[in-house]
């Protein structure tokens, strides 16, 4: 069987519009890459050895010098995607010449907790915060309007006290959460790709923009006051590519860090920035 040499091997699911997006760049630049669908009934019969840094995915044969893997959480079979996913990362992480966002990282758990105070440390302002394994305090908490909870891990939307402490079943079935100051001033994501900051204001009326069918993204300067820290903060962890989210106190004024999440969906902020985002992947790969 030939071998085929190419820039770029991508790994992910048709129906994920993020791969699609990289995917669709990567052919209007030019690159030479193979995509290998997630979603496709064979996406497991992939296999590789350590003898030359090939890898089979059906009936191609590939030589990649980069790769890019995303699981799908859109759709498709997640056995089958997280299978397909941990024989291409498998792949990628034993032939060490290859391309691959945050490669120093993969495999290790985001902590949210290590990561607030790391960020303390560099010389963010962090909100106030307590960590809850049993939730029952919260029905007594005082001024509940101004305190909101997130899980302790995961990705679960946030909500304010509010508008659960007097829930006592909700309360009970909940993970343990982080409970914080609820921060009024406007909401900001920074994209670190390669090196290359981004910046974009989320325009929201909801408490987690996620839950907002009409929030709006526009690309904006990323704050001076948060730029050196910023660097700082994903050269300490590691981070090839990540997004850091802030709440400011009021408007765009006092940014306060809220976390860094390592493997962001990226497409209606590659959107606010005509392809920027896309293109620095891109860049940062091949």
């Known amino acids: 069987m030939s071998v085929r040499s190419l820039q770029l091997l991508v790994v992910g699911g048709q129906s994920d519009p993020n791969t699609c997006r990289l ?10 890459y193979f995509f290998w669908d997630t979603d ?32 799908n959480v859109f759709a498709g079979d997640p056995v089958q995607n997280h299978a397909a996913l941990d024989v291409a990362e498998s792949f990628a992480l034993a032939w060490p010449q290859l391309r691959l966002l945050n490669r120093e990282t993969t495999g290790d758990a985001n902590n949210k907790s290590r990561n607030l105070m790391l960020a303390r440390q560099l010389g963010f302002v962090i909100p106030e915060t307590v960590v809850l394994g049993q939730l029952s305090p919260l029905a007594t908490m005082p001024n509940p309007d101004r305190k909101i ?80 820290l910023t660097q700082r903060l994903v050269d300490a962890i590691g981070f090839d590519y990540c997004a850091l989210d802030f709440r400011c106190r009021s408007g765009f ?34």
């Open 149 to 228: 909870i997130k899980p302790l891990a995961g990705g679960d939307h946030a909500a304010i006290v509010s508008d659960i402490c007097n829930d006592a079943d909700r309360l009970c079935s909940l993970v343990p959460q982080f409970v914080q100051e609820k921060l009024d001033g406007e909401n900001i994501r920074v994209f670190s790709i390669g090196g290359q900051l981004f910046a974009f204001h989320l325009q929201t009326t909801e408490i987690d923009y996620r839950t907002d069918e009409a929030v709006e993204v526009h690309s904006m300067p990323v704050p001076p006051v948060i730029m050196d």
């Open 253 to 286: 004024a006092d940014p306060v860090f809220l976390e860094i999440n390592s493997f962001p969906m990226f497409v209606a902020f590659d959107d606010a920035c005509e392809n920027q985002l896309a293109d620095a992947i891109l860049g940062f790969l091949v």
């Open 23 to 32: 995917v669709d760049q990567a052919h209007l630049r030019g690159v030479d």
């Open 40 to 71: 496709r009934p064979d996406a497991r019969h992939i296999a590789w050895d350590f003898q030359s840094p090939a890898i089979d995915l059906g009936d191609a044969t590939v030589e990649p010098e980069a790769l890019f893997l995303r699981y």
